[in-house]
């Protein structure tokens, strides 16, 4: 049975870091697409990062140079390294993955992921 657990999630001030970790229990996490998104009541689920199968990140504008997105194929975990922390991040964070070998079209469309954990949450305060 597939799963992902996220975890590191919490309250910090703005300015501050938390790093986030989805442990995989999914076949060759190398060879996926896997993201994070986030949503906070109200919103559709937002794209905030994600990796590829060869490697390659991207990340959206709203996280770009405080955000980092990282794999531990060793470990079969998904991170997400987030610094200086605003307001606005606050929300629930969830890590997703895609089938083996084929990556959605548009890495910002959550309906393009096959497998989704529970979500952790972070709580940005000013």
């Known amino acids: 049975q597939v799963q992902l657990v996220e975890s590191g999630g919490g309250s910090v001030q703005a300015g501050g870091s938390l790093r986030l970790s989805c442990a995989a229990s999914i076949a060759r996490i190398s060879s996926r697409c896997m993201a994070w998104f986030r949503q906070v009541p109200g919103k559709e689920r937002e794209g905030v990062a994600t990796i590829l199968n060869d490697g390659r990140t991207r990340s959206a504008d709203s996280v770009k140079g405080r955000f980092t997105i990282s794999r531990d194929n060793v470990k079969n975990t998904l991170n997400l390294q987030m610094d200086s922390l605003k307001p606005e991040d606050t929300g629930l964070y969830y890590c997703?993955?895609?089938?083996?070998?084929?990556?959605?079209?548009?890495?910002?469309?959550?309906?393009?992921?096959?497998?989704w954990g529970q979500g952790t949450q972070v709580t940005v305060s000013s």
């Open positions: 997703a993955a895609a089938v083996l070998f084929r990556c959605p079209g548009n890495w910002e469309n959550w309906s393009e992921y096959n497998y």
